[in-house]
């Protein structure tokens, strides 16, 4: 079976005149969903400048800490209420989809990548396939 990556600028768009522009917050994490959908892709991933899902904002707790066992709906909560982990609208199409949604960070300090689906959350090592970006 042949794989393919599916690599995009997810942040650009066109609006109601087609003149292309900017999506915006949260545009590439939705554009990598609606992409992930429309492929079939096994899974979604994102990649994102932090270091995963947290209890606090770092900046703000010291102690805070990376959630183990996290699902669509409290991540969706979650990104509603302010966190930039994630954009909401990217969680609800992965959660419509039933696509296990994987946020890896660029950081090389945080090496365990949190996974995102209906079930209970559990950690994966790194993967060497990437469907969607």
Request: glycine share 6%; charged share 25%.
């Amino acid at each position: 079976m042949e794989e393919h990556i599916v690599i995009v600028t997810g942040f650009q768009g066109m609006d109601n005149d087609k003149n292309v522009t900017t999506l915006g917050r949260g545009g590439s994490d939705t554009t990598a969903a609606i992409l992930g959908e429309a492929l079939n892709a096994d899974r979604i991933e994102i990649y994102t400048d932090v270091d995963g899902v947290m209890t606090a904002d770092p900046r703000v707790v010291e102690n805070a800490q990376v959630i183990d066992n996290i699902n669509f709906d409290e991540v969706y909560q979650m990104a509603k209420d302010g966190a930039k982990v994630v954009d909401h609208k990217a969680v609800a199409i992965a959660k419509r989809a039933n696509k296990p949604l994987i946020l890896r960070t660029h950081s090389q300090k945080q090496k365990v990548h949190v996974s995102i689906t209906m079930r209970q959350v559990r950690r994966i090592k790194k993967s060497t396939h990437c469907y969607c970006l």
